[in-house]
């Protein structure tokens, strides 16, 4: 399965300032999508991104606070821009390949972040 | 939107125990799969079931499938310390992108925090 090399493991950050989180995945992978984390809660879908196309958002994720690029089929950058405390949250990437029954996801390690 | 409920948010068991954490769905579900986290660590793929009534084993762990594809099951037998962490169940839902091109997309369940007592 794939291994995916996820920058930076944790950051405490002003508000009003952005952060921008990479992975980088060591295979050519289809689809790659990011996920919030609260500490102790579950996973939530803040948008899958395809290699060449716009990434698609979910409900409550809007572009202009969340922006992704895909330059390639190896990595992937999410920003959080303008931070306010309620980012604070652990951050995640994952793989997926494109298909309708793919295999089990990889998640990358996580980023911590800290708004003050 | 598609939701995946999970059962119990909380399990204490002392160490050899059995332990079950239970998923359900409102929709019948592509496939579903199961993850491990660890305290502190980020999920870790164990299985993915997709056959309706289907049960997979890994050792001490046992997977289930219902029958409509709506909800999972995962029972530990004989719990051991190592076994601590988060047990999230994740339904594949399908869905079609602008350009009409199918894919799963995961929807995870609220996460069972198991603790194993020694």
């Known amino acids: 399965s794939a291994v995916i090399s996820q920058k930076p493991s944790r950051d405490i950050c002003q508000r009003g300032t952005s952060l921008t989180i990479q992975c980088q995945v060591d295979?050519?992978?289809?689809?790659m999508f990011w996920y919030r984390q609260q500490p102790g809660q579950s996973l939530t879908l803040i948008a899958t991104a395809n290699q060449g196309s716009e990434a698609t958002y979910e409900s409550g994720f809007v572009i202009d606070k969340f922006p992704i690029s895909r330059p390639n089929l190896t990595f992937s950058t999410l920003t959080v821009s303008n931070m306010s405390p309620e980012d604070s949250s652990i951050y995640l990437c994952s793989t997926g390949q494109g298909g309708l029954f793919n295999y089990g996801y990889t998640f990358g390690s996580g980023t911590r972040l800290t708004v003050v | 939107g598609q939701q995946v409920m999970q059962i119990p948010q909380y399990q204490h068991v002392q160490e050899g125990e059995d332990f079950t954490t239970y998923c359900n769905s409102s929709t019948t579900l592509s496939n579903i799969q199961w993850y491990k986290q660890r305290p502190g660590g980020h999920p870790v793929f164990l299985i993915q079931?997709?056959?309706?009534?289907e049960v997979k084993k890994q050792k001490r762990l046992t997977f289930q499938f219902g029958e409509a594809k709506k909800n999972s099951s995962l029972h530990i037998t004989a719990t051991q310390t190592t076994d601590v962490g988060t047990y999230f169940c994740?339904?594949?839902?399908?869905?079609?992108?602008?350009?009409?091109?199918?894919?799963?997309?995961?929807?995870f369940g609220q996460g069972t925090i198991l603790t194993v007592h020694p």
């Open positions: 079931l997709v056959k309706s009534g």
């Open positions: 994740a339904g594949r839902f399908l869905f079609r992108d602008a350009g009409g091109t199918s894919y799963g997309k995961l929807t």
């Open positions: 295979s050519q992978v289809t689809m």
